[in-house]
Each structure stands twice: as C-alpha cells, then as structure tokens.
C-alpha cells in the first residue's frame, strides 16, 4: 500500500514538473505556434468528428480553433458544417470562430444561425457586431421575420446603423411583441428623426413595463427638455425599474429638466418626490442652492421631499466646498 | 473489554479511511474529466468579445467590509479594474470601529450622497451612502453593524444589475475574473442561476498578484503552503466533481455571482447562520430541486484572484472552527436533504458527502487519535505496522494532492516552477503538519456549534508592509 501511494505521488510530481518545464520551453520557441501537416490532419480529423462524449466534443471544438487561429484553408469548410451541429455547445464554438474569419458567408451563416436560434442569440449578436466587413444592410430583413425574437436582435443591432431601417423600425413600434417594441423604441432613440419622439412618447404608456423602462430612455435622449415633464410623471410608476430608468433619463437632460422635476416635489406619492429630489441633487442643483442660498424656501422642500440623510449629505458636500474654496483663495 | 472497544475503533477509522479514499479517487476522476472540458472551452472562448460588447450581461460586484482598513483601498482598486464592459462595485461598510470609511473616503474622494433604493431585504439603518466623482461605477453604503450577511443583503438592495458577484474584502482579484466566470452564464442566463470558481491563498495577496501570471510564487512559510494545498484539494479534488454532476454544495463567499433573481426568491443571504455563503448554496438547490426546477451551479477551475490566509496557527484555528460551525449548521439544518432521492445528487452524494467528510470527520479523527495511548495501554501498539500505516495515508493523501497541483497548473500556469516542486515535496508532510492543526480546530468548532455559538471570531490581519 505503502509503495503504491509513494510511486502514485512520485509519479503525479514527475508529470507536474515535467509537463511544466515541456510548457515553458514551447512557449519560448516561436515555431510551436505553426501547424504541421501531421498535427493538421490530426486536428481535421478531430474537427470533422461526431464526438459522444463531453471530453470529445470539446476536443472537436479545441480542433476547430486552432485550425482557425493558424488560418488552415480547411477551417472554412470545417466551421461551416460545426455551425448548423444539432450540439449546442458545438455550434456556439463555431459561431465564435466565424467572428474571427469575418468573411461575407460567415455573415450569411450568422444571420442563418439568428434566425434558426439553437444557439444563444446574444452571442451571435456579439459576433455579428464585431464583424469587419460589417453587415450594415444585410440585418433589414430581420426586421420582417415571422420571429418576434429575431425581429428583436434585428431591431437592437440596427443601432451602429443610423441610416438603416427607419421607417421599419418606426413600425416596429407598433409590434404585437413587447420585446420588439422595447428593442426598436431604444435603437430609434439613439438616432433620432421624424415620428421618432412621437413613437418614444407613446410608449412611455405602454402595458408592458421593460416597454417603458426602453422608452424612458429614448425620450430622454430624443425629446430632452421637451420630454422632461412625460419623464417626471414616470417617477410615480408601478414598477421600480421604470422609475430608475426615468431618474436616469432626468439626469441625462441635466438643468434643463429642473422645471419638471419641481412640481414633483409635493406629489402625493412618496417615490414620486424621493425621485424628484434625488434627481435635483444628482444634477447639482442642490448643491448650487445649499452653496450660494442656503435658506432658500425651494432647497427646504427639496430637503422636504429627499428626507433629512439627503439634507445631511448636501450639506456635508457644501461644507467641504466652502473649505476648499477658501484654501484656495487663501 | 477494553481490547474489543480499541479494535472496534480502529475497524472503523479504517472503514471511514477506505470509504473516504474511494470517494475522493471517484471526485478526482471526475474532476479531471470536468478540467479537461473547461480547459477546452476556455480556450475555444471569445474573451475580447465578451469583453467589449455591450451584449455581456452587466454585474453588481458586491464587497461586505467589516475593520479591513488594512486592505479595502487594495481590494476595491482590483474591483475596479475588472477588464468588464459593464459593473458597478458596491462596497458596504459593516459599521467598522476602525478607519476603513475614512480609507475609501481618502483614497476614492467620496462624497455623500442620497440615493433610494428598494427596500427587498431588512436590513440594519443605513448611515450615509457615497459616491466618488473619479469612479462613476463605485457606490460605498455605511451601515450599522448586522454582520456579513446583512452587508450583503445591504449591497443587494442597492444593485441594479440582473446578475451580482459577492466577494470579501480581504481577496485581491484576477482582471478577467469577471469575464471568466460570466463567460459560462451568458452562453445560458435561463439556466445558469450561480457560479463560482478557483481562488487560492496567501498571507499577502497584493504581493503575490504584482507577479505576472508563470512568475508567481507561494506566498509564505510552510504553513501557508499548506493552506494553498488545502485551496487547491477543495477547488480541483470536489468542486469540479460536484459541479459537473450538480451537487456543487459550496458558493464561497471569497468571490460567488449569483442570478439576483434567485436570490430575492429565497430571501437574500441569511443571518441566522455563524457564516451565510455555504448555507445559501444548499438553499438554493434546496428550493430549486423541491420546486423541479431546471438549473445549474457552477464552480470553474480558472483562478480568480488570491485571499488572505491566517499566516499564524492562532489565527488558521480561529478561522477554520468558524467554518467548522457553519458546515455543522448547515448540515443539520438541510438534513431532510439526507439520502433523500427527491434532492436527486445533491440528496444522494452532496449532503451525504458533507457529513460524512466534513461533519463526521473531526470525531473519527479524534477516534484515531485516541486508539494510539489505549493501543500502547493495552502493549497492543505496534510502531512498524503504525508508521507504516501512517505513510501509506500521507502518501495517499500526497498523491490526491499532487493531482489538485497539476489540475491547478493545466489551467492556470500560475506559478513558478520551482513553487510547484515546493508544494509537491511539502504535500505528504500535510498529514504530520498540518491536519494537526485543521483536526483540533474542527474539535473546537463543533464543541462551539454544540454549545450554540455563533460568534464571528475573525482572524486579525497578517503584518504587511506599508503600501
């Protein structure tokens, strides 16, 4: 027993220290990075299998990259049969190595594999987006599939394209699907442009609330002051998300959304003036007040509405303002 | 009498010997198996994609600091710089008596601020919540003192991203940690509600971390080499294992990202327990496996970053019986999961696994301790066939351990090489040197969990030099 744990250990050591020292020399020498021609037709071989097992599959997979990474002019070839792999994992690797080839088909085969969906679309997006030569107007007829979700990611990856798609995804506002709806509503409101504010405001009604969270935002972007007073009214939202996402939208219009924010103030809903007044304060114009007019009856019902740590903390940052201001004039 | 209670003994300890063996030989099986894939689909992985593109699922990473003065600027800093398209780091307070606030107000120039959050768990008050204006993405909450558990449940109230990374404060963190262990959720955010991966130990991890990865070396005297063994057994030699066939039964609370979700479902981290990260994880799969539900909870063999280690026995004793208590909780409590089909591998092996190797083991030890002075009582006590045994089980245990170093060095090439034939040679001495230590701190900390202790007892900071 004794002599089998010994020789076990002595073993195991001989096989830690040598694999090292084996690793450490390979990545010394430059020439361990090319592929000879019997390690590439091992590795073909290996690309080209129809693995059983978990160990074997991600065997296949190691084949895939690394005949990709050494540009072997098999590899096309290769990833085009591991794409549509009925292995989830399998196809998902080739859907990571097509973003590395960047060639026209391996656009047309992301698009296939968005469409048919085995393997997560957040990852084919990731590909999709990466791509050089980019696929620009190859996505519009995503915008039409029958697939609420791959009408979806067509909407969300239309955003890099600000020339693309417009009045499709203007409909597309109008979708059955709520998902679809929140995709273009976000997409649109970077980019602006006729019925786009118009669309924004419309669905910060909607039933659906991620709908409103995504709309907050573009309004935000797209109406600016125009859409602070829709924004304010979405302090008092059922849902907790929607009113973050209009406190972001708010302080993304800065100064210009004080004058909506102020009649929150005194909103009979408690999350309502919270909102209202974090958002003055995030913006600074709590801090403008408590600095130049502390006894200013606005800044007491900001303080009001904010509650006494907001009060603390104001003027705690004007104290320290003051300090600083006079070390610097002295 | 006395001679069939003796021989009583020892059949058992050897019995529990066997049985433990096999068992591990089964999980480092397993385990290799498990390396072998991850290594291959890290390798296959996008990381420069995942790091840039705003389809990566963002995370809260949240850091509950209770008097870390020493280290929370060190720790925060490698919480910042995680290589991740989209995190905020919420760094709460636990009312620390020492400078800790002041530390963070200094080194990140925070201001007070208001912010209102849901409030989803109950928590201790919080006192004040800072922003820094050169770190848009850090949040530090200052609370009153409620423990671990009710800093996190603090940290959980403020997140906003789907997906939240619980780590201590005390662990200085790889760049790509983030993107290591997000890499598995975002291929199945549906299913994958938990993750956590490899750390291992150091009495100052700064230091270590400074050293690029392939120069690094083991940190410390004997006694924190044995520490790094211990880390790399239960990374390699069982969390691999339990997270390929689902009973991964320890998230550690170093570094764990958790679906948010989930864990407002089962009600956030519990303060009911000495330690809260074990006792979520049997929760979780407690809840998800009663409900039927289709999840996975992973460990991944990738090193995430490096904790700090008590550098003193005193100190290794104080924290190892915490743990103690926490496993002997823990256990007791979930005990309907025992054997309990229902809880499919998790009922079968994980919780079973647990008592047997971590509950059970420190009385079998005490047994095997006892059987020597009542063998030499009875002149039954034979030194040959003694040390014969003693070196066949350091050996056993040297070679199971030797297994862990390698597993480590496949996927990480973290370490010199020389380090690596350090830990080799120190490997069989762990039984001598170590376990000692480990068996008479489990002792004390069932002794405590009996008598219904739930202090926290934390260990005090290692000596470092200043920064």
């Not at chain 1, 656009?107 to 791509?131: D, K, V, Y």
Request: with cysteine; net charge positive.
């Amino acid at each position: 027993m004794l002599a089998v744990a010994f020789s076990a250990w002595a073993l195991l050591s001989l096989v830690v220290l040598l694999g090292r020292a084996r690793y450490d020399r390979q990545r010394r020498d430059p020439r361990s990075h090319e592929l000879g021609v019997a390690e590439a037709r091992r590795l073909i071989r290996r690309a080209g299998g129809r693995p059983r097992t978990d160990w074997r599959r991600w065997r296949r997979v190691s084949a895939l990259t690394r005949l990709t990474q050494a540009h072997h002019p098999a590899a096309p070839r290769l990833v085009r049969r591991a794409v549509t792999d009925t292995d989830p994992s399998i196809a998902a690797a080739a859907i990571r190595v097509l973003g590395n080839l960047g060639d026209d088909w391996a656009i047309e085969l992301l698009l296939a594999a968005m469409r048919e969906g085995h393997t997560p679309r957040s990852r084919i997006a990731a590909q999709l987006e990466r791509l050089a030569p980019r696929p620009g107007a190859l996505l519009l007829p995503l915008l039409r599939d029958p697939d609420p979700a791959v009408r979806f990611w067509g909407a969300t990856l239309l955003a890099p394209y600000p020339d693309l798609g417009q009045v499709s995804l203007l409909d597309l506002t109008r979708d059955t699907d709520p998902n679809v709806r929140a995709a273009s509503v976000e997409t649109l409101g970077g980019r602006g442009g006729q019925g786009v504010a118009e669309a924004a405001l419309a669905l910060l009604g909607d039933p659906a609330w991620f709908v409103r969270v995504h709309a907050a935002r573009s309004a935000g972007h797209v109406l600016g002051a125009s859409g602070a007073p829709a924004l304010a009214r979405l302090l008092s939202d059922t849902r907790w998300w929607v009113r973050t996402a209009a406190k972001d939208a708010l302080r993304g219009i800065g100064p210009q959304a004080v004058a909506a924010l102020l009649p929150v103030l005194t909103s009979a809903d408690a999350f309502a003036r919270n909102g209202a007044a974090e958002v003055l304060q995030d913006i600074g114009f709590v801090d403008a007040l408590a600095f130049e007019r502390p006894d200013s009856p606005l800044l007491e019902r900001i303080y009001a509405a904010g509650g006494e740590r907001l009060r603390e903390a104001a003027e705690l940052r004007a104290r320290g303002r003051k300090l600083s201001e006079e070390a610097r004039a002295a | 009498m006395t001679g069939d209670v003796l021989a009583l003994i020892v059949a058992a300890c050897l019995g529990y010997l066997l049985l433990s063996n096999l068992v591990s030989l089964a999980f480092v099986l397993v385990g290799a198996i498990e390396n072998s894939v991850r290594r291959r689909e890290s390798g296959s992985q996008d990381y420069a994609t995942l790091a840039s593109s705003r389809f990566t699922i963002p995370v809260s990473v949240i850091v509950a600091a209770w008097e870390e003065e020493a280290v929370i600027e060190r720790t925060t800093r490698s919480l910042l710089a995680f290589n991740y398209p989209e995190h905020e780091v919420i760094v709460v307070n636990d009312g620390s008596s020492d400078g800790t606030l002041e530390r963070l107000r200094e080194s990140f120039q925070l201001e007070p601020y208001e912010i209102f959050v849901r409030r989803v768990f109950e928590t201790e008050d919080v006192r004040a919540v800072y922003r820094s204006p050169s770190h848009p993405n850090l949040v530090v909450v200052d609370k009153e003192n409620g423990g671990k558990a009710d800093s996190w449940n603090a940290g959980l109230n403020v997140a906003r991203y789907r997906y939240v990374c619980g780590v201590d404060a005390d662990t200085v963190f790889e760049r790509d940690a983030l993107l290591k262990v997000m890499r598995l959720v975002v291929q199945d955010p549906a299913r994958i509600i938990g993750v956590t991966s490899s750390i291992t130990t150091a009495r100052d991890p700064g230091e270590v971390m400074a050293a690029p990865p392939g120069r690094r070396q083991v940190d410390g005297g004997p006694m924190m080499a044995f520490q790094h063994l211990d880390f790399l057994r239960a990374f390699f030699n069982n969390r691999l294992a339990w997270s390929r066939h689902g009973f991964m039964l320890c998230s550690p609370g170093g570094f764990q990202v958790w679906r948010r979700d989930v864990l407002e479902e089962v009600g956030g981290y519990s303060t009911s327990f000495t330690c809260e990260d074990i006792e979520l994880t049997f929760r979780v799969h407690e809840r998800f496996l009663r409900e039927g539900r289709d999840y996975r909870i992973h460990s991944l063999p990738d090193n995430v970053g490096i904790t700090e280690g008590p550098d003193s026995v005193r100190k290794l004793v104080s924290q190892r019986e915490r743990w103690q208590r926490v496993i002997d909780e823990t256990v007791w409590h979930y005990r309907r999961m025992w054997f309990n089909p229902r809880y499919r591998t998790v009922g079968l092996i994980g919780a079973p696994f647990y008592l047997l190797s971590e509950t059970l083991s420190p009385i079998v030890e005490l047994l095997a301790l006892v059987s020597i002075p009542l063998s030499l009582a009875l002149g039954v006590f034979e030194p040959a066939a003694f040390a014969l045994m003693l070196g066949a089980v350091a050996f056993v245990n040297a070679a199971l351990t030797a297994c862990a170093i390698l597993f480590d060095d496949l996927q990480s090439r973290m370490y010199r090489r020389r380090d690596l034939a350090r830990l080799l040679l120190l490997a069989p001495l762990d039984l001598v040197l170590y376990r000692p230590i480990i068996c008479w701190a489990r002792l004390k900390g069932s002794w405590r969990y009996l008598r219904g202790d739930k202090a926290w007892h934390k260990f005090e900071r290692n000596a470092r030099a200043p920064a």
